[in-house]
């Protein structure tokens, strides 16, 4: 393979691969910031606690997409 | 935003920058002064303005605030009810110096990516992050130690209840995640919004420059002027968007040094 075709081979798996890292975050903010609105929904008054609740799970969360795009960066 | 007017003339519309480094490392401003770049002034900026907020805010404080005041104390209302006192609990109070001047550096710095004319983000450079999240671990080791002694370390390594079988397990996997892996993910967090969002906003407002740049001196048709046009109205939301992760990551960075004091001074929690 000339050298041409392997960078953007491997542009393209860059891609893929951040593409793929994104996936189970994507669905952990989810799942965490719906059962957050409905606990929110459920106590108005503890809204405040689980918004800062919310917030820490969402950075940790986030953290492996992030990973992942830095990496893509990098590759 | 330069990238598109560096290149050649005779191919103005398909221009890529080698490499996404381009946006983010600058030519000194004085060619006789090597360490002078954009990035160095900004960081001494967003320092300046920092402490120019507080201090002229705060210097005639009256009964009832001007508009200056009123920002300054509803910036250190902000950090010390809602994370120190709310987060690290009893004796937070303590740390509310050193919370709240991370918070405003971080987000000035942040802020820059949104301030037109200068729209670059100090904090997309590691350094800045990197250095932030290590004072933050050696606070937090420090602070442990002070609060617990030589035993903060068996605490690290075991939280209480752990079964006997499990300890050497659960004492790696601590060990690790609680010295390597948090000011890692401390610092790659905020490095890596403030780059994506940089990237995302050179891209599509470049993007739509470059086009309706070329429609108006003829090289483009009318059409790529209609595709500028799309990626400008989408660039323009997501430059609102990035006011609010410059925000939010400042406060986000600042709420998990609050966390990570108090598992230091509170371990019973």
Redesign the interface.
Known sequence: MDQAAAEALKGALAVIGYGLAAIGPGLGIGVLAGNAVQAMARQPEAAGMVRTTMFLGIAFTEALALIGFVLFFLA | MILAFECDAENVAMCAPDD?SVLFEFHPIFESIPWLTRTHFLIVLAALLAIGLMYFGLRKRRLVPGKFQLVAESAFNFVDQ?IAK??IGKGGERYTPYLLSIFLFILFGNMFEVTPLVNFPVTSRMAIPAFLAIVTWFIFVIAGIAKQGLGYFGHLLWPPGVPVGLKPLVGIIEFISTIFVRPF?LA??L???L??GHVMLSLLLGTAGIFVWGFIQGDLGFGKALTGGAWFILGVGIFVFEILVAF?QA??FT??SA?YIQTSVHPEH
């Open positions: 996404v809602g709310d987060v993910s790659v967090r490095f890596a919004n780059v994506a939010l406060y986000i709420l998990l966390v």
